[in-house]
């Protein structure tokens, strides 16, 4: 047989290292949540692994589009409190079970165990589905932890955690029903650590999103989360891991040294990093194009 030669062979090798060192570089380095003023033209030419938005404003052309840029598009959903700009909110404003407005303004307690509360939020899976959204990403189910703190006397007589969990599991069982198990649910998952002790919990998500676990937001900045808590918070993450749940770390971040040193740590534990600037800490802007490239 006759051999090609041996120049032609270098061109060939050459294009081929080329060919993988192009599709590497277009790998995605990081996630992105963005929440507040949504404008699709930001994320324009970017890449995401995982990427959290508002629904809001968008339509299905738009969630096409979105679509292309990550590898899975997840649509944010407030679980554990009402938030009065809401659609829903003519209908349950007024209603015995919204209470006192949390530290947020426009946000108020409510009692998520009720069904008229479940079914709230099954519309807004349906809306997230209907559009284009591949699943959606469950907050504040930490109220359930605030709760069992505060104990208002709406609450007395219930068990906040075990109502979280019901709650999470009975969304995720009608999603996935409804619009098939490759629907993904992820949580938000705060300070209720301890859920992730639970099996029906554990079972019934998907993924899991932790904010500030290396870094921590205050004074207007970041910093660095206590050892001790940071550890104690990694001990249930890599339990979790090793369930197969995908983890997501958001940390409030300075510079793009401190991104990078976050993404080794993330890639390090097997977790998706969203290395969000600190000055941005509302998520009303994606990260910075630089802190996500090698």
């Given at each position: 047989m006759r051999?090609?030669?041996?120049?032609?062979?270098?061109?060939?090798?050459?294009?081929?290292?080329?060919?993988?060192?192009?599709?590497?570089?277009?790998e995605p380095l990081c996630s992105c949540c963005y929440l507040t003023d949504v404008d699709p033209e930001r994320l324009r030419g970017r890449r995401f692994d995982v990427?959290?938005?508002?629904?809001?404003?968008?339509?299905?052309?738009?969630?096409g589009e979105l679509r292309r840029r990550c590898r899975?598009?997840?649509?944010?959903?407030?679980?554990?409190?009402?938030?009065e700009w809401r659609d829903y909110w003519s209908e349950i404003g007024g209603g015995g079970?919204?209470?006192?407005?949390?530290?947020?303004?426009?946000?108020?307690?409510?009692?998520?165990?009720?069904?008229?509360?479940?079914d709230v939020i099954l519309t807004l899976v349906e809306e997230a589905h209907g559009i284009g959204f591949e699943g959606v990403l469950l907050d504040n189910v930490d109220a359930s932890t605030t709760l069992r703190e505060l104990r208002p006397t709406w609450s007395r007589g219930l068990e906040p955690e075990e109502s979280m969990i019901n709650l999470v599991e009975e969304v995720s069982r009608a999603a996935k029903q409804r619009y098939g198990v490759e629907f993904k649910v992820y949580v938000n998952l705060g300070s209720a650590l301890r859920l992730l002790g639970d099996e029906r919990f554990l079972s019934s998500i998907d993924g899991i999103l932790?904010?500030?676990?290396?870094?921590?937001?205050?004074?207007?900045?970041?910093?660095?989360?206590?050892r001790?808590?940071?550890?104690?918070?990694?001990?249930?993450?890599?339990?979790?891991?090793?369930?197969?749940?995908?983890?997501?770390?958001?940390?409030?971040?300075?510079?793009?040294?401190?991104?990078?040193e976050f993404r080794a740590l993330c890639l390090e534990e097997g977790f998706k990093p969203i290395p969000q600037p600190s000055s941005a800490w509302d998520y009303s802007r994606p990260p910075p194009r630089a802190w996500c490239s090698r």
């Open positions: 051999r090609a030669p041996l120049p032609l062979l270098l061109l060939l090798l050459l294009a081929i290292i080329l060919l993988y060192a192009l599709r590497g570089s277009s990427l959290i938005l508002e629904m809001e404003g968008l339509n299905p052309s738009a969630i899975l598009l997840l649509a944010y959903i407030n679980l554990g409190y009402a938030e079970w919204v209470h006192e407005p949390t530290e947020y303004e426009g946000e108020y307690f409510v009692e998520y165990w009720r069904p008229e509360w479940r932790r904010e500030e676990l290396w870094h921590t937001y205050g004074d207007g900045g970041s910093l660095k989360t206590p001790e808590e940071a550890e104690e918070t990694l001990r249930y993450l890599r339990e979790a891991r090793g369930r197969g749940k995908t983890i997501l770390v958001a940390d409030p971040l300075e510079s793009g040294e401190e991104a990078e």
